[in-house]
């Protein structure tokens, strides 16, 4: 008898049925809105037909929005019938310069740009987990803050966007958030699965450029001139030594030197050599050590060879995208309601990045990967290749495990598991 009270009492703060029954009535609708996007890509910063879709879409299930915020995204905010707390959920709208490989009915139809990174799956998800929500109201406690935010893989060169620009403009102020959640496909895990992690879960990333400048002359003559790539050759190798040699074996860094150009004839000194590339750490303090570390050792080079050579790091980079453990692990409950025991894993931190380390830096956040990955249907493309792909099932389960997750955090409660 008590245990039945308990029983029905957990369902009534938990409304587990009712979140599953409303998911399962827009399944199609998550599929169709999740290939629309994906038909339809834009890239950082000019995503207007999608902002707009998104927004409408939010109008018509009765949320307040607020359009256009750092550029092209918006703000949905959902107020709840009873007092609570503030929780935000972030997505983000933005498709990559890569061509579609798949022969898909959804293909894009944009040449040359490509949702590479699902974030037409995360925006679909996260109008999902509002709707359903919206569909509780009345019950629901606080407010729940949706964030479509533009430009997560960067804005073009010389403009302002993304996350960065999102918190400038205010998007987490009014009404203030008090705790962020996010979410990413991987394609590492099987679909039906869901990775967390109570610590780093993104590494920083840090865009540097550097700059060799040489002196023209005779290729047979080099002493008359600079001669600038022997000097980069010297560059790339003393970086390397910096990762391996100067650095903690057990700090985990990359650092990747993705172009090198310079020269135009085989036998004229190159005026200058410029390569750029990107530093990656799971710590903040190694971060910053690596950085200070890299400008000395390509100004040292420089001066023992006689030329000037800079380093620079282009815009403000990501941080570490860090999960705040105590949120984190308060969602695991609501994570098993959906995924099931077997299905909610602790992941290890990957040397990827992401721009909602922004977000993460102002307050406590918890970032998941939900697994999209299906070998028996050949969906097993890593992001941001030609023929990435995600196996459409998570739409739902992303839908339910996050309103589940927000829910349990608006009623203060860890709902059962
Ligand atoms: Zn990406
Ligand atoms: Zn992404």
Redesign the pocket.
């Known amino acids: 008898m008590l245990a039945g009270i308990l029983l029905a009492a957990v369902a009534a703060a938990t409304p587990s049925a009712d979140i599953r029954s409303a998911v399962e009535a827009m399944t199609p609708r998550l599929q169709e809105t999740r290939r629309d996007l994906h038909a339809h890509p834009e890239l950082g910063n000019r995503e207007t037909r999608t902002g707009k879709a998104v927004a409408e879409r939010l109008r018509q299930i009765g949320l307040e929005v607020r359009e256009p915020v750092a550029k092209t995204g918006v703000v949905g905010i959902l107020r709840g019938g009873k007092p609570g707390p503030v929780a935000g959920l972030r997505a983000?709208l933005d498709a990559l310069p890569i061509q579609e490989k798949n022969d898909v009915p959804y293909r894009s139809l944009n040449p040359g740009v490509k949702h590479a990174?699902?974030?037409d799956a995360?925006t679909t998800i996260a109008l999902g987990v509002a709707e359903v929500l919206a569909g509780l109201k009345a019950k629901l406690p606080g407010t729940v803050v949706f964030l479509f935010q533009p430009a997560?893989?960067g804005p073009p060169e010389g403009e302002e966007g993304g996350a960065p620009l999102m918190i400038k403009e205010g998007a987490l102020d009014d009404p203030k958030i008090g705790v962020l959640y996010g979410l990413?496909?991987d394609p590492q895990l099987d679909v039906g699965k869901v990775g967390w992690a109570a610590g780093p879960i993104w590494a920083s990333s840090d865009r540097f450029a550097i700059t060799v400048t040489g002196k023209r002359s005779h290729g047979a003559y080099p002493h008359t001139g600079l001669d600038p790539v022997p000097v980069a050759a010297e560059i790339v190798e003393a970086l390397q030594l910096i990762a391996s040699r100067q650095v903690d074996a057990q700090k985990p860094k990359v650092l990747t030197i993705g172009s090198i150009h310079g020269g135009n004839r085989f036998n004229i000194l190159a005026e200058d050599v410029t390569m750029e590339g990107t530093l990656r750490a799971l710590d903040e303090a190694v971060r910053s050590d690596l950085k200070t570390r890299m400008e000395r050792t390509v100004r040292g080079i420089g001066e023992a060879n006689g030329q000037p050579a800079v380093l620079r790091f282009v815009g403000g980079g990501n941080p570490v995208t860090l999960n705040d453990p105590a949120l984190t692990r308060a969602a695991l409950p609501a994570l098993r309601r959906v995924f099931g025991d077997p299905g909610v894993i602790e992941v290890v931190p990957q040397m990827?990045a992401?721009d909602f380390a922004h977000f993460a830096k102002r307050i406590p956040a918890a970032y998941f990967k939900l697994g999209v990955r299906n070998e028996a249907r050949g969906i097993t493309a890593m992001?941001?290749t030609e023929d990435f792909d995600i196996d459409e099932a998570v739409l739902p389960l992303g839908v339910r495990g996050l309103a589940e997750v927000i829910w349990d955090h608006q009623t203060g409660q860890r709902g059962g598991r």
Do not use: K, L
Request: aromatic residues 0%; contains cysteine; negative net charge.
């Open positions: 983000d990174c699902g974030h995360h997560e893989e990413h496909m990827g992401e992001i941001h």
